[in-house]
Nanobody, 122 residues
């Protein structure tokens, strides 16, 4: 079992930055690939980014490539999402997720956090 708690959301102006954190419980954090997803009101959940167990591989959704960076610190059981050059269309609830595989991917996540709200004003 893995429990995930996101933090770092908030209100920011367009062009600004935020860093989201996701703290995981459990001693096997390093064996899980991790991902970030988001869901805006009235829209489907969208893949944002994923990172392998070692941090050696990372993948991004097309809408955030070049602006967002995913990273992890296995010693702290934490995964991060650095979000730069934010746009109003980035407004959503952001969810952290853990995948029972060391390989990063877009689907098949087993554990989810409760989400943190990000709002970007124009």
């Amino acid at each position: 079992q893995v429990q995930l708690v996101e933090s770092g959301g908030g209100l920011v102006q367009a062009g600004g930055s935020l860093r989201l954190s996701c703290a995981a419980s459990g001693r096997t954090f390093s064996s899980y690939a991790m991902g970030w997803f988001r869901q805006a009101p009235g829209k489907e959940r969208e893949f944002v980014a994923a990172i392998s167990w070692s941090g050696g591989s990372a993948y991004y959704g097309d809408s955030v490539k070049g602006r967002f960076t995913i990273s992890r610190d296995n010693a702290k059981n934490t995964v991060y999402l650095q979000m730069n050059s934010l746009k109003p269309e980035d407004t959503a609830v952001y969810y952290c997720a853990a995948r029972s595989s060391p390989v990063a991917g877009i689907i098949d996540y087993d554990y989810w956090g409760q989400g943190t709200q990000v709002a970007v004003s124009s």
